[in-house]
């Protein structure tokens, strides 16, 4: 296992990148990310939000309990914006805008996203053709639900490349990417953004050339 990248290190709190394929707790034997972050740094570390085991990139993660219940405490008001990118089937049937529903437990710990509205999960998103039938989106999820973005482009028609839960077919590995994270903490502002480093099509130059126009996505004017 290769050490794990920190980005930036606070008085409070870490920002590390965390790999595809490893799972965020431990899976019997398997250790996960956490485990592995506190075996590397030689410290208690205490999670703040989490990815799922298929998706990479940037991850919080505090040095205390009152920084944890800091940073937890944003992620519920909803004071910390994040950006993820993807990689679908240009066959999607919008290639921008907004996507909201309900979500439902589906079969095999599948979710589904229904018409109504009551708690509904919200994304906002950009999509930019990349070649071969492809294109690369960029999602803003304005909530926190579990599978969220991966039910959000699945119901476009368009599920995320390598993810076997909701296309049915495995690659060599979910192209759903944590890119960006903003947000204020103590008065001062953060922001940071992560190309992912893994996967044959996140490294073609059509998608780092559109990784690369998208490199501040707070500033983008977001469709609604």
């Not at 979500?103 to 009551?118: F, I, T, V």
């Not at 049915?168 to 944590?178: C, D, W």
Request: hydrophobic share 40%.
């Amino acid at each position: 296992m290769r050490e794990l990248t920190i980005i930036y290190q606070h008085q409070d709190w870490w920002l590390c990148h965390k790999p595809a394929g490893i799972g965020f707790h431990d899976e019997g034997a398997e250790l996960g990310f956490i485990s592995l972050l506190r075996n590397q740094l030689d410290c208690p570390v205490w999670p703040v939000h989490r990815l799922d085991k298929l998706t990479s990139g940037l991850i919080l993660v505090a040095k205390s309990k009152s920084s944890c219940s800091k940073l937890c405490q944003l992620f519920s008001d909803r004071d910390i914006e994040k950006y993820y990118l993807a990689i679908a089937p240009a066959r999607m049937k919008k290639k921008q805008g907004k996507i909201s529903g309900d979500m439902a437990k589906s079969r095999r710990g599948s979710y589904k996203l229904l018409k109504s509205l009551e708690n509904p999960a919200i994304t906002q998103f950009f999509s930019s053709a990349i070649g071969g039938g492809l294109r690369l989106c960029l999602l803003k999820p304005k909530t926190g639900k579990t599978h969220q973005l991966r039910v959000a482009l699945k119901s476009l028609g368009a599920a995320i490349i390598g993810d076997a839960l909701y296309t049915g077919s495995k690659g060599e590995r979910m192209y759903l990417h944590a890119y960006a994270i903003r947000f204020t903490y103590e008065q001062t502002r953060y922001e940071f953004v992560s190309p992912p480093d893994e996967g044959a099509l996140f490294a073609t130059s059509e998608v780092t050339q559109q990784v690369s126009a998208w490199s501040q996505p707070w500033l983008l004017n977001w469709p609604t």
